[in-house]
């Protein structure tokens, strides 16, 4: 880590300590709104069965423009594409993304991330579903987490 980096963050952590209870509540809140806000962005788009970040509808896909969407596998969508995912979003990103989608399918039915359920080979322990119907393979992060080690 560089020596400005190094200070940057020294800085910012003095700046946490330096806040007062009730500096840290109005962050909290506002920061609360801002995800409120964004949520209802995405569940609207979502409602009308579209993409909150391409706004191409969640059943499309295409080769050209990877999207986080295609991890809810529309159709044409094949195992190999996640890498075009990958090399575009951010594990962070894609992971908060597929829990919303999950979560609207079933409330935290759908998300498990117990380090005891894990297999313990694997940088990140995460399973999402969604919309697994029988006899039908589900959206599973764990094989986009593997895909990225190599
Ligand atoms: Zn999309």
């Known amino acids: 880590m560089s020596d400005e980096l190094r200070k940057?963050?020294?800085d910012f952590a003095d700046f946490l300590q330096g806040l007062t209870e009730e500096e840290i509540r109005e962050g909290n809140k506002a920061e609360f709104l801002r995800a409120q806000e964004e949520h209802a962005r995405f569940k609207k788009m979502y409602d009308d069965g579209l993409c909150y970040l391409c706004n191409?509808?969640?059943s499309s896909f295409s080769?050209?423009?990877p999207c986080i969407h295609w991890l809810l596998k529309p159709k044409g969508f094949k195992k190999k594409d996640i890498k075009a995912v990958a090399e575009r979003f951010g594990i962070f990103q894609i992971q908060s993304l597929?829990?919303?989608y999950a979560n609207e399918e079933a409330f935290a039915r759908n998300i498990?991330?117990?380090v005891d359920e894990g297999s313990g080979s694997k940088l990140i322990?995460?399973?999402?579903?969604?919309?697994?119907?029988k006899g039908t393979e589900g959206l599973f992060l764990n094989q986009f987490v593997k895909l990225n080690k190599i």
């Open 63 to 65: 080769r050209k423009t």
């Open 8 to 10: 940057k963050g020294k």
């Open 56 to 58: 191409k509808p969640l």
């Open 125 to 133: 322990e995460l399973t999402i579903k969604y919309k697994i119907e």
């Open 98 to 100: 597929l829990r919303w």
């Open 112 to 114: 498990n991330n117990l």
